[in-house]
């Protein structure tokens, strides 16, 4: 009997380094290696009817239109929204704009997604690279239905680790503290959440060579026409922030990492995420010797292979152009 391919959820908010991992993800759906069951987005990198926007042409383009995308909650559970047009394009990927797909999106409720992709996929994965919005808030509605996801894969936080929008914080999680430690905090994961965070993720990245090399993979694939222009602008992003003409590609990793497609380090141990301090809004903690006492709720990423993950996305490319 042929084992049946890992069915994965994820929920984003493209945003740049979301766009690659959705166009990973359909190269590994169009093999079917994996089964992408759907697509959420979350309030983040820009406005989440934008997210929705950008994630649904992105499959469009992959050939993935009959994956369901849906729009989830607009807002932080408790802070205003702060967005980031100056690190991801006005609408979230780069110089690239999406086409408005509401007809499209057909007013999907995310959390009906959600629930039907559990109710119907045995040990669903569920891959997080935007804020913790719409898992945090699903937990403490559906907490019986959080309790059956088979995997929790998180891109977020800054360990022991310089933040990258306050001295201690991570965007994620500064975008909506109080879901990431509501999440945390919560009863309903029967799994260790998979934790990626900027000391690890911060080193995969993407030079202008490496784009040439994945332009020449997709040859006349529809994404080969709009990547230069997504990848352009987070280039001189961080060269203007002093880290080079290159990218960091936080969430393709994370997915690499979710699918266990390359070798990494991890450690068991408690991890929480500071709400309420304005000061230290969003940093994120790891009690590595045990102070707290409290049982583990997270797999803290340390290390993962970074030529391995460049070989990865390669693959996934020939992949996408191949099917």
Not at 154 to 167: D, E, F, H, L, S
Not at 214 to 240: K, N, S
């Amino acid at each position: 009997m042929t084992a049946k391919p890992p069915a994965v959820l994820i929920d984003c908010d493209p945003g740049v380094d979301d766009c690659l991992a959705l166009m990973y993800l359909a190269g590994l759906h169009h093999a079917g290696e994996i089964e992408l069951v759907g697509v959420t987005t979350t309030a983040g990198n820009v406005e989440v009817h934008r997210t929705a926007d950008n994630a649904r042409w992105i499959l469009d383009l992959c050939s993935l239109s009959d994956v369901p995308v849906a729009p989830g909650l607009p807002q932080p559970l408790k802070v205003d929204l702060t967005t980031t047009p100056e690190t991801h394009g006005p609408t979230g990927l780069g110089y690239a704009h999406a086409p408005a797909a509401a007809a499209k999106l057909q007013q999907r409720d995310w959390q009906q997604v959600w629930e039907e992709a559990l109710a119907t996929h045995d040990d669903l994965q569920l891959i997080v690279t935007g804020p913790v919005t719409n898992l945090a808030a699903f937990e403490a509605t559906h907490s019986e239905a959080a309790a059956r996801f088979g995997a929790i894969t998180i891109m977020g936080g800054a360990v022991n680790y310089g933040g990258n929008t306050t001295p201690t914080a991570e965007w994620n999680f500064w975008v909506d503290p109080h879901a990431a430690a509501q999440h945390f905090h919560s009863n309903a994961p029967r799994v260790l959440t998979t934790l990626c965070s900027l000391e690890v993720t911060e080193q995969f990245l993407i030079t202008p060579q490496r784009l040439d090399e994945a332009l020449e993979l997709l040859g006349e694939h529809p994404t080969a026409q709009i990547l230069p222009d997504v990848l352009r602008f987070y280039f001189e992003f961080h060269q203007a922030q002093g880290e080079g003409y290159q990218a960091q590609i936080h969430d393709l990793l994370t997915c690499m990492i979710a699918l266990g497609r390359i070798n990494f380090d991890a450690i068991e141990t408690t991890m929480d995420v500071e709400a309420e301090s304005p000061l230290l809004r969003g940093t994120s903690v790891a009690d590595l010797r045990n102070h707290w006492g409290r049982a583990h709720n997270a797999r803290l990423v340390t290390s993962a292979d970074m030529e391995a993950a460049h070989h990865e996305c390669a693959r996934a490319l020939t992949l996408l152009v191949s099917h």
